[in-house]
């Protein structure tokens, strides 16, 4: 079972939809948990932290349960410019980022 | 605006030849990662050093792959010899476990073809 695992889509939604996202992770020791985003042919970049409680940040909202291991992300009233590949990833302790093969998600006008 | 960088951008080569790939990681960062990304497997790591010591490589194919830091800026990461299943993109990140900053800054990659 691969540590992390995420929905390829691609998802593809018109301007103004909501989407969300799943993430599940295997390992129980996780401590820390992501969301990273990446543009084609660009480099990963951190779009933002999950919180145990949940947290928001404009039109992104995170959530993480740790009794069924999956990470969330949801993205309300979706504009052209998230079309991007959104990398879920988890870490435990100090050790490395480990990273999903991420989701692939193209708004449409 | 502080940066990782990476060189070369682009590298195309033949195969058997020996290929290196470096990184200057954002000063005062102290851990610095070398992860490959393929469409099938997405990205792997492949070599990870804290404070300029290695510490997990066990992603990395040993017999061709080497990683270094000579110094605290700059990271290399060596395929001799290449091979065409090493054609991907390379990239390098750093950190810090100084100041409980957990975020990794990748810079932009090496796109490595192997023919």
């Known amino acids: 079972r691969k540590e992390v695992e995420q929905d390829p889509g691609p998802f593809n939604v018109p301007e103004g939809a909501t989407v969300a996202f799943n993430c599940t992770y295997s390992n129980s020791a996780s401590q820390s948990f992501f969301w990273y985003r990446q543009d084609c042919r660009k480099e990963p970049k951190l779009l933002m932290s999950?919180?145990?409680s949940g947290n928001e940040d404009g039109r992104f909202t995170a959530q993480l349960n740790r009794a069924s291991q999956y990470i969330s992300l949801l993205i309300r009233d979706s504009k052209l410019s998230d079309s991007a590949t959104y990398l879920c990833?988890?870490?435990?302790?100090?050790?490395?980022?480990?990273f999903g093969k991420g989701t692939r998600l193209s708004v449409i006008a | 605006d502080a940066r990782v960088t990476q060189t070369p951008r682009h590298k195309v080569t033949e195969m058997g030849q020996e290929v290196t790939m470096r990184c200057q990681p954002i000063?005062?960062?102290?851990?610095v990662f070398w992860y490959r990304q393929t469409m099938m497997q997405g990205l792997e790591l492949l070599a990870y050093?804290?404070?300029?010591?290695?510490?997990?490589d066990s992603g990395m194919p040993k017999d061709r792959f080497s990683a270094e830091m000579p110094d605290a800026t700059l990271a290399t990461l060596k395929i001799q010899p290449s091979e065409p299943r090493d054609s991907a993109v390379y990239f390098c990140a750093s950190g810090s476990t100084e100041d409980g900053n957990t975020e990794a800054f990748f810079g932009q990659g090496t796109r490595l073809t192997v023919v």
């Open positions: 050093f804290r404070n300029r010591a290695p510490l997990d």
């Open positions: 990833v988890v870490r435990s302790g100090n050790t490395p980022l480990v």
């Open positions: 000063l005062g960062h102290n851990t």
């Open positions: 999950v919180y145990s």
